[in-house]
């Protein structure tokens, strides 16, 4: 066993600013205050539900994960929102048409009706498919640097929060490669006043988060704290960041997919994903620009996974492709498909089919829960910088320069209990195993 690190206890409330008060969004909300009141479960919340083996096999220890590490209560989290519609959360959650009316929105319509979003750090040219006017009046980029600071500060003394976390669940912003403006503050700061074009709104976010002290969890796909600048002053000031895009639908699959086919030596020829979409964030990823960023966040995994300069005769030559087609009909509701060519003994064809008729926000809201509880304790345990045991909910996980991401479901998983385990102590579990026969 090892000393346990220093937490500082949850006490008091954290707070929980959300940036963007869309589908995903309500979800969260409106499933974390049922859960309160006993009206839900938090399925999918592996924070909330999931346990964890401590020790030996033979020793039946695995409490729940909150019970094992000091996690906010969700009776202690307050909500504060920024969006571009004036909308308060429950004619969000109506509009945006993934809970039942009746039983999950008018149940705590008065809960909320009190979560009303900000006015929103927002230029069109982001995500130009969206047309709201409740944006700040303060016009340039360093206007809404100080602004988004301001909002963070009021809402701490307004709610008498002790703790806040800040998660971005807005629109997936159009496709920004890391430049020289990204690489270091002195250069951030200079392009924020020169309004340079590759600074958008959501490292505004993140860079007034990081100023203030605030964790920062990114849930789309665009560049924010995974700029050079704001991931050193993250590790600098030791503020806890993360990766970005949650891995919800199809490239879930992918990551439990694709480690099967290396693990057993399978090979592959092409990977085919497609997906109808209706909801506004189809409606804003169906702009070319916007649809770039999440196709980069979509297409790294298998490679990572499969190592083709390792694997060449396996992987070597694979035609990765995935779309998304904005379908309004069937809303939050995403089908996903992909068709997957596989090859084996003696280089022989099989074909692998899945059809994954999900609901985005419903796998999103858990891991938007989680990533918030995580990253509150990664910061009361002192670990700043980026956290990489949380990989396991992003598609793109942030990793120190140099290295690859893991993206294994699986090793994600067991990176993320192994950190648990550590922070409190405990042995870490190898599978190693020999001790059961050992001892005989
Ligand atoms: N649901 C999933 O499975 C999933 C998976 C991975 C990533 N994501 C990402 O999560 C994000 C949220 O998804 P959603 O379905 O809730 O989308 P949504 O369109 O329903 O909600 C996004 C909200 O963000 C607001 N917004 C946009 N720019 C803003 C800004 N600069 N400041 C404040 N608010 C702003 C929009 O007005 C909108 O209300 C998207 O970027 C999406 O790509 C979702």
Same mark, same amino acid.
């Given at each position: 066993?090892?000393?346990?690190?220093?937490?500082?206890?949850?006490?008091?409330?954290?707070?929980?600013?959300?940036?963007?008060?869309?589908?995903? &969004?309500?979800?969260?909300?409106?499933?974390? %205050?049922?859960?309160?009141?006993?009206?839900?479960? #938090?399925? $999918?919340?592996?924070?909330?539900?999931?346990?964890?083996?401590?020790?030996?096999?033979? %020793?039946?220890? &695995? #409490?729940?994960?909150?019970?094992?590490?000091?996690?906010?209560?969700?009776?202690?989290?307050?909500?504060?929102?920024?969006?571009?519609?004036?909308?308060?959360?429950?004619?969000?959650?109506?509009?945006?048409?993934?809970?039942?009316?009746?039983?999950?929105?008018?149940?705590? &319509?008065?809960?909320?009706?009190?979560?009303?979003?900000?006015?929103?750090?927002? %230029?069109?040219?982001?995500?130009?498919?969206?047309?709201?006017?409740?944006?700040?009046?303060?016009?340039?980029? /360093?206007?809404?640097?100080?602004?988004?600071?301001?909002?963070?500060?009021?809402?701490?003394?307004?709610?008498?929060?002790?703790?806040?976390?800040?998660?971005?669940?807005?629109?997936?912003?159009?496709?920004?490669?890391?430049?020289?403006?990204? *690489?270091?503050?002195?250069?951030?700061?200079?392009?924020?006043?020169?309004?340079?074009?590759?600074?958008?709104?959501?490292?505004?976010?993140?860079?007034?988060?990081?100023?203030?002290?605030?964790?920062?969890?990114?849930?789309? #796909?665009? *560049?924010?704290?995974?700029?050079?600048?704001?991931?050193?002053?993250?590790?600098?000031?030791?503020?806890?960041?993360?990766?970005?895009?949650?891995?919800?639908?199809?490239?879930?699959?992918?990551?439990?997919?694709?480690?099967?086919?290396?693990?057993?030596?399978?090979?592959?020829?092409?990977?085919?994903?497609?997906?109808? *979409?209706?909801?506004?964030?189809?409606?804003?990823?169906?702009?070319?620009?916007?649809?770039?960023?999440?196709?980069?966040?979509?297409?790294?995994?298998?490679?990572?996974?499969? %190592?083709?300069?390792?694997?060449?005769?396996?992987?070597?030559?694979?035609? +990765?492709?995935?779309?998304?087609?904005?379908?309004?009909?069937?809303?939050?509701?995403?089908?996903?498909?992909?068709?997957?060519?596989?090859? $084996?003994?003696? $280089?022989?064809?099989?074909?692998?089919?899945?059809?994954?008729?999900? /609901?985005?926000?419903?796998?999103?809201?858990?891991?938007?829960?989680?990533?918030?509880?995580?990253?509150?304790?990664?910061?009361?345990? $002192?670990?700043?910088?980026?956290?990489?045991?949380?990989?396991?909910?992003?598609?793109?996980?942030?990793?120190? #320069?140099?290295?690859?991401?893991? +993206?294994?479901?699986?090793?994600?998983?067991?990176? *993320?209990?192994?950190?648990?385990?550590?922070?409190?102590?405990?042995?870490?579990?190898?599978?190693?195993?020999?001790?059961?026969?050992?001892?005989?």
């Amino acid at each position: 066993m090892t000393s346990p690190r220093n937490i500082a206890p949850a006490d008091g409330k954290l707070g929980v600013l959300v940036v963007g008060l869309g589908a995903v &969004s309500t979800t969260l909300i409106a499933g974390v %205050e049922l859960a309160k009141r006993g009206m839900a479960l #938090p399925i $999918g919340s592996l924070a909330q539900m999931g346990t964890i083996r401590l020790g030996k096999r033979t %020793e039946d220890r &695995s #409490p729940l994960i909150r019970d094992f590490v000091p996690l906010a209560g969700l009776e202690d989290i307050v909500w504060g929102t920024w969006d571009v519609f004036p909308d308060d959360a429950y004619v969000a959650a109506s509009r945006a048409g993934v809970l039942e009316q009746g039983k999950h929105i008018e149940s705590i &319509s008065d809960v909320l009706r009190d979560v009303r979003p900000m006015k929103a750090a927002f %230029e069109r040219k982001y995500a130009r498919n969206l047309d709201g006017e409740h944006v700040m009046v303060a016009s340039g980029k /360093r206007a809404m640097l100080e602004g988004i600071r301001a909002d963070i500060n009021k809402f701490r003394d307004e709610n008498k929060v002790d703790r806040v976390v800040m998660i971005w669940c807005a629109s997936t912003e159009i496709f920004i490669e890391p430049g020289k403006a990204h *690489l270091d503050i002195e250069s951030l700061e200079k392009a924020i006043d020169a309004n340079d074009d590759t600074i958008s709104p959501a490292m505004l976010y993140a860079y007034a988060a990081i100023l203030e002290g605030v964790p920062f969890a990114n849930g789309a #796909p665009n *560049l924010a704290v995974d700029a050079p600048a704001l991931r050193q002053l993250a590790t600098d000031r030791n503020v806890a960041i993360s990766g970005k895009d949650f891995k919800t639908g199809q490239t879930l699959m992918k990551t439990v997919l694709a480690p099967m086919l290396k693990a057993r030596m399978l090979g592959l020829s092409g990977w085919y994903s497609t997906n109808i *979409l209706g909801n506004r964030d189809g409606e804003v990823l169906d702009a070319p620009e916007n649809f770039k960023t999440k196709e980069e966040s979509k297409l790294g995994v298998l490679d990572t996974i499969l %190592e083709p300069s390792r694997n060449k005769e396996l992987y070597g030559d694979i035609f +990765h492709k995935v779309s998304i087609n904005y379908y309004p009909p069937r809303g939050d509701n995403k089908e996903g498909w992909d068709n997957i060519d596989i090859f $084996g003994w003696m $280089g022989y064809p099989m074909q692998i089919k899945v059809n994954f008729l999900c /609901r985005d926000s419903i796998l999103a809201a858990p891991l938007a829960l989680d990533l918030v509880l995580f990253s509150d304790l990664a910061q009361r345990a $002192g670990l700043g910088g980026i956290q990489e045991w949380l990989s396991f909910y992003y598609k793109s996980p942030q990793v120190a #320069p140099g290295l690859y991401p893991e +993206h294994d479901l699986f090793i994600q998983l067991t990176k *993320l209990k192994n950190t648990l385990r550590w922070m409190m102590g405990e042995d870490q579990i190898t599978h190693l195993g020999r001790e059961y026969y050992d001892e005989q």
